[in-house]
């Protein structure tokens, strides 16, 4: 029976050390307060490496969506079944840097929106949905990072270009502002403006009301 929390951390290409930041933050509290956590990620946040596949498939993310889409699909479901179902069992705390979000977003972003549903259908198998007792997110955080600021960190800082330009980074945060609430979610407000602090007390306070 579970008796740990899965707590999601989601944020948009460009938000990388906002989610970063809130990951090291929030696990540090948790820490304190004698939780044991364990930490894991959506594949292409590059921390593949938890399955051991980054020595086997070099896979080339951003070339064909739908490929993504279904690989991503995939290796959650080794993540989900072999990191965060033995952890919940055994009462952790599992911080998962972006999920099933993640590939939604990208999904929905790249145009592959006219059978939406299915592909909700085939993340939630990913979850162990019809195969055995689906997990879900107690709690997902959106960090919330403006379209603009992530357009400039992206583009201008890291120096990738992305073909969307502004309007990629705006549909995107759209998509997840929309969605957030169906994964039991909530938004943080992560822009320039605030203090790291002012958002890991916020951050906190959200995660002690699942505890």
């Known amino acids: 029976m579970r008796k740990g929390k899965l707590i999601v951390i989601e944020g948009i290409s460009g938000s990388g050390q906002q989610v970063k930041a809130a990951i090291v933050g929030l696990h540090k509290a948790l820490a304190g307060k004698k939780y044991d956590v364990v930490e894991c990620a959506n594949p292409d946040s590059g921390r593949a490496k938890e399955l051991g596949i980054d020595n086997l498939l070099n896979w080339p993310f951003g070339r064909t969506p739908r490929a993504d889409f279904l690989f991503e699909a995939a290796?959650?479901?080794?993540?989900?079944?072999?990191?965060?179902?033995?952890?919940?069992?055994?009462?952790?705390?599992?911080?998962?840097?972006?999920?099933?979000?993640?590939?939604?977003?990208?999904?929905?972003?790249?145009?592959?929106?006219k059978h939406f549903d299915?592909?909700?259908?085939?993340?939630?198998?990913?979850?162990?949905?019809?195969?055995?007792?689906?997990?879900?997110?107690?709690?997902?955080?959106?960090?919330?990072?403006?379209?603009?600021?992530?357009?400039?960190?992206?583009?201008?800082?890291?120096?990738?270009?992305?073909?969307?330009?502004?309007?990629?980074?705006?549909?995107?945060?759209?998509?997840?502002?929309?969605?957030?609430?169906?994964?039991?979610?909530?938004?943080?407000?992560a822009s320039a403006g605030r203090s790291e602090d002012a958002i890991n007390e916020e951050i906190w306070a959200k995660v002690q009301s699942i505890l």
């Open 75 to 113: 290796v959650r479901t080794e993540v989900f079944k072999n990191i965060v179902e033995p952890a919940l069992q055994d009462d952790k705390i599992v911080l998962c840097k972006q999920s099933s979000i993640s590939s939604l977003a990208n999904a929905w972003v790249s145009g592959y929106t």
């Open 118 to 189: 299915v592909l909700r259908h085939i993340e939630k198998l990913s979850r162990g949905f019809l195969f055995e007792d689906e997990i879900y997110p107690d709690l997902t955080l959106f960090i919330d990072v403006p379209a603009q600021e992530a357009f400039e960190r992206i583009e201008d800082v890291l120096q990738i270009h992305h073909e969307g330009g502004i309007e990629y980074y705006e549909k995107m945060r759209e998509f997840y502002l929309k969605e957030i609430s169906r994964w039991h979610g909530v938004s943080i407000d």
